[in-house]
Nanobody, 125 residues
């Protein structure tokens, strides 16, 4: 059984930082693409960042470029999203998603088969 568990969310002031973690079990993590998505209340889930199976390729959506870093530790079956200079508009539930064995980046929801339960990030002004 595949498990995807996010942690690290919370309440932070604008300009602050958070590091989200995504612990994965039950599949060959080193062969999977990983993505971080977010869902703002009332809006569709959207991609934030993605990383390829080996970490060589990364993708960032425009609203986090320069403020976020996605990384992974295949030995620990864990992925991370470091977010800096957080803004109130970053307030959302953040989800980690993991694909089946996948070559390259995966940037759309339907490329991911496994999702975590989400972690709330709230940025106060």
């Amino acid at each position: 059984q595949v498990q995807v568990v996010e942690s690290g969310g919370g309440l932070v002031q604008a300009g602050g930082s958070l590091r989200l973690s995504c612990a994965v079990s039950g599949l060959t993590f080193s062969s999977a693409a990983v993505g971080w998505f977010r869902e703002v209340r009332g809006k569709e889930r959207e991609i934030v960042a993605a990383i390829s199976w080996g970490g060589a390729s990364t993708y960032y959506t425009d609203f986090v470029k320069g403020r976020a870093t996605i990384s992974r530790d295949n030995a620990q079956n864990t992925a991370y999203l470091q977010m800096n200079n957080l803004k109130p508009e970053d307030t959302a539930v953040y989800y980690c998603a993991v694909s089946e064995p996948h070559y390259g980046l995966a940037t759309t929801l339907n490329e991911y088969g496994y999702w975590g339960q989400g972690t709330q990030v709230t940025v106060s002004s």
